[in-house]
Structures are given as C-alpha cells and as structure tokens.
C-alpha cells in the first residue's frame, strides 16, 4: 500500500494498564500484520495500530486503524494493604457503598484492583466480581479481620462479632448483585439521565441509584484500562445537566482517583513534590495538560472541577496529595539536597488567602512530612517537625493558622502542649509586620492577621491560651489602624456624609477586623455619624428622585446590619 512520507503508523502493545509504543513502520500493511502477530500471544492483553498523519497546518491527526485486545486469565497471589486506623463503621447496607467505604476498599484491595482494573463501584455493583474477589485466595477473610479488629478496638467491641456483622453484610451484598443481574434492565447509551429515567420503579431513590450503577458498571468492567473508564465518564458527566445522574457518575469517576490513572493524568513530572502540585491544580480546575496522556480528560476535569460539579471526585484527589505528601516517597526525584526546596513549593500550593487547603489534613500531612526530614526520631522528631512547619510558613500568622489546624489532628493527642507553647511564643512581637508579611497591602494585613485570630477563636486550645494570643493580635489591628489612619482616610470630611457612612459601613462589613477593640474602634466612628441629626436627609442630600433615595437608604441600612449594626 502507498503511503505517504508525512504518515507512519506505532505499533502500540497493552501492558500494565497502558497502551505502550513497541515500534514505528512506515507500511500499514507491516503494522498490522506485526500487531497480529504479538496479539497471538495468549498472554498478550492488546495490540493496536495507530495512524499518525502530519497535516499542511502543522498537526499531528491520530487514528487508530488496527485493534486487538482480551482478558488475560489473572493469576499469581496478591495481598491485601494494611491499615492502621479503623475506618467509619458501616451500620447499614447502604453504608458500605458510600464513598469513605469505598475509599477503604480502594487502599485495602489496591494490588487486586491494580491487577484487573476494577474500581470498588464496579465490584460492588456486580455478582461476578464479587464471586470472584472472594475465591481469590484469602484477601477477603484477611481484609474483614483487619478492619473488624480495629473497628472493635475502637467501639470497645467483640472483633468476632464484628466480624460476623461485615460478612453478612457482603453476603447480602452478593444476594443484591445476583437478583440484579437476572432483573431486565435498560441500556446505557449517551445519556445517565436517560438511562435513570428508563429503570423499573423503586422503593426509594438509593435502590434506583444501585440499579443504574450496575448497568454502568458492566460497561466499565469491559474496559480494560483506567484511562479508558476516565474518558467514558468524563463524556457520560460533561453532557450531563441531571444533578442526580451527575452525583452518579461523580461517585463512580472519585474511584479511580486511588487508582494508576492519576499518572497517566499528570504525565511525567520532575518529582513527587510537583506531582501533588498538579493535583491540587487539578482540584481547583486549573491543571495545565500539555504533559498529560490524558489531556481531552484533564480538559472535561478542569472544567467540571471548576464549575464545583465533582465534590466527590475532588475530596478524593486532593486525598490522594495529602497521602503522597505523607508518604515516605521523596518529593524530589533525583537531588536529595533539593527536599526541603520541593516541600517549600508544595507547602506554599497548599496555602489559601484564608488558610491551609484542607484544614487539618493539610496541617498533618506537612508535618508528617517533615518528620522525615529531620534527625530526630519519635516523639522529639515530632516536637522537631512541628516546629519546623510552623517557621517554614511565610508568616506567624499562616503559622498559628497551622498550629490551630494541627490541634485538631492525630498530632494533639501526644504534642497539643508542645503546640500550645510555639502557638504562645509566635505572638512575641508588638507590631503587625511582626505577625504578616510587609509586602502585603493594608487590606491583605488585616484579613491575614483577622485569619490567625479566628482561627485561635474556633481552635480546640485552653480559653486561656486562646484569650492571650487573640487579644494580642485585636491590640495589633487596633494599634495598626490608629497608626496608619485608615478610619480617618475611609471617613475624610471633603467626601459626602453618604459616601463616607457607606465607606465606613462596608469596611467593617468586610471581615478585615475581628470582633474586638478595633472592630469596636471602627463601629464607633460609624455610630458618630449615625447620630448626627438628620441623618437620613443628609445621607440622601442631592439624590433628586425621591424612589432612589428610598432606595439609597434601604440598602445603607442592609449593610448596616450586615456590618453588625443588628436586624
């Protein structure tokens, strides 16, 4: 066959849950006949053929022309992953199909997943799969003593008992799967929402939900690749307006986050540390795909991240950064110098204007890390390593936002002293660019150091460490706003009554100040004014239409009660 110079065709081999290049021919025929050849072989999971053409304009078109694929018989044994932290105790059967179990299933049964691609979603929504994860060897038996011992610790229960209580809960699990498969049920075409509304009448709305998962769990299951399921429920959500079909699917799609795909996700990255960068990236809808194998995904994923549409997948990426970060994997690839340079950049990507990402499991994930990078040991490793986060935070004030996170962690249980006491030493300073960056605004220093003294306010330390450390930080704003007369530049007397109240209101409605003396110091100011005779014709003065000016007044007595002023 004539081909042209500007098309070759990759022969392209499925291995380890990826489609891999094994060479390059310029003849179609070459390929095809090459390809056939190594999909003879029984253990031989796919071979393929991709058409590559470089068009006039510059792009590259690809096509696959050739494709050939089976199921390998699984075999070998496999073991399932310990845990060390009992999970949340499913009381009924529904519980076990919810996303915090599924998780559990999906670190527990990693190994066995990994080798047949298989997401919990589809297991549990399939009479087969099940069948088949209980004969292979003894990983269910294993797993359901794990978890029973340590929810039994926990609940100060009978771990025989418990154990009884999950393996009728698979039993019954297996029994749904199997009236399942005999039941009649639709197809899945281009539309969930369809397909929901196609099924047989339910009792309740979870039972429906069930039923249109095993339907879409049987498609996936004849997808033999990770990738593949992503960009099938990628297509099946992005055509989606159904909240109820779009939960569906978010639930199914948040599976395959703990799975091999998330690589393929980001491509190649110079290191862990950057790695948990894209994923956070990913997270807020903002990933850069030009390094992904999956770039049309990370395309649909970006925006439906955005838009807020996959709460569910979302928890369970930026759950997968926090345990890369606290996992005992370098961030950085190939220059061990270069570790503490990597977590830097990932403790500033997991920093928000208001705070640490995820709150808590933020705080424990970076000091977690850090253990492993300071000489200590034990417990004095731990004191070390919090007191390492806390001074690689760009400021005291993202700092006692760490150590109030970090209060609410694992680490209390044993260093919520040696928390306390760094939280009372980072108050040592009098002025405010003692507290917050200098580089900041005078906006952004008030809403950071406001930032730290809530978050002392909510934080689980002593009344009497939290008094100290907030009314320390309320004196700084208070002396900051008399020092920098910012109440007199918001209410200059050139400006009109209206536009100075108005000023003055919607600063204090800003949350740039906690409740305090300089919040009071501002109110005060605002109250002046108030008090003023004849305030209302005044604050109207020079609005003609007496409709706008009712309506002037209306919404300056809204912000009022927004900034406090009561109902």
Not at 214 to 234: N, P, W
Not at 303 to 318: H, M, N, Q, V, W
Not at 441 to 449: E, G, H, I, L, T
Request: some cysteine.
């Amino acid at each position: 066959m004539a081909v042209k110079r500007n098309t070759t065709f990759d022969v392209q081999v499925f291995r380890d849950g990826r489609w891999m290049t094994e060479t390059t021919r310029e003849d179609e025929d070459a390929a095809i006949s090459l390809a056939t050849s190594i999909a003879s072989d029984v253990k031989c999971e796919g071979a393929r053929v991709i058409r590559s053409w470089l068009r006039a304009d510059g792009k590259t078109v690809d096509r696959e022309v050739f494709c050939r694929t089976r199921v390998v018989k699984e075999d070998g044994s496999v073991r399932i992953a310990q845990v060390d932290a009992a999970p949340d105790k499913c009381e009924k059967l529904e519980d076990y199909f919810s996303l915090s179990a599924r998780a559990v299933l999906n670190r527990v049964f990693r190994a066995y997943l990994e080798k047949l691609f298989l997401t919990p979603t589809e297991i549990l929504h399939n009479a087969r799969e099940i069948k088949r994860l209980q004969d292979k060897d003894t990983l269910v038996p294993s797993a359901v003593d794990r978890i029973a011992f340590l929810q039994a610790r926990e609940a100060e229960q009978d771990a025989k008992a418990r154990k009884d209580e999950i393996f009728k809960a698979i039993e019954q699990i297996a029994a749904k799967g199997r009236k399942a498969d005999s039941a009649t049920l639709p197809k899945l075409k281009d539309s969930f929402s369809a397909l929901l509304k196609a099924l047989p009448a339910t009792d309740t709305e979870w039972e429906r939900g069930y039923l249109a998962l095993t339907v879409l769990s049987r498609e996936l299951i004849g997808i033999r690749t990770f990738a593949g399921k992503l960009e099938r429920l990628c297509k099946l959500v992005a055509g989606e307006e159904d909240a109820a079909a779009i939960s569906l699917l978010d639930g199914a799609m948040a599976d395959l986050f703990a799975s091999s795909v998330v690589q393929e996700i980001l491509g190649w990255q110079p290191g862990l540390g950057q790695a948990i960068c894209s994923m956070i990236d990913l997270a807020d809808g903002a990933m850069v795909a030009e390094k992904s194998e999956t770039a049309e995904a990370v395309d649909t994923l970006n925006r439906l991240f955005g838009e807020s549409k996959l709460p569910d997948s979302r928890a369970c990426l930026i759950d997968r950064a926090h345990r890369q970060l606290a996992s005992p994997s370098p961030l950085y690839r190939t220059k061990p110098e270069q570790e503490k340079e990597a977590f830097q950049k990932v403790l500033l990507r997991l920093l928000t204007p208001n705070g640490l990402y995820s709150g808590p499991d933020t705080a424990e994930a970076l000091t977690t890390r850090f253990t492993r990078m300071v000489q200590q040991g034990g417990s004095s490793g731990r004191r070390a390593a919090i007191d390492g986060v806390f001074r690689a935070m760009p400021d005291r004030a993202y700092g006692i936002i760490y150590l109030c996170e970090l209060a609410r962690s694992e680490f209390a249980k044993d260093h919520a002293d040696d928390m306390a006491e760094i939280l009372r030493q980072a108050i040592g300073g009098r002025h405010i660019v003692d507290l917050v960056q200098r580089a900041l605004s005078a906006k952004d220093r008030m809403v950071r150091a406001t930032n730290a003294h809530l978050a002392v306010q909510a934080s689980p330390y002593p009344p009497e460490t939290r008094k100290r450390v907030t009314e320390h930080i309320d004196k700084m704003l208070e002396d900051y706003l008399v020092e920098e007369q910012i109440i007199e530049k918001l209410d200059h007397p050139d400006s009109s009554l209206r536009d100075r109240a108005v000023r003055l209101v919607q600063f204090c409605a800003a949350g740039v100040l906690p409740e305090g003396k300089s919040l009071t110091r501002a109110r005060q100011r605002i109250l002046a004014l108030l008090r003023q005779p004849n305030f209302d014709a005044h604050f109207v003065d020079g609005i003609s239409d007496p409709i706008k000016a009712q309506k002037a007044l209306r919404d300056f007595h809204h912000l009022l009660v927004k900034a406090g002023f009561g109902g």
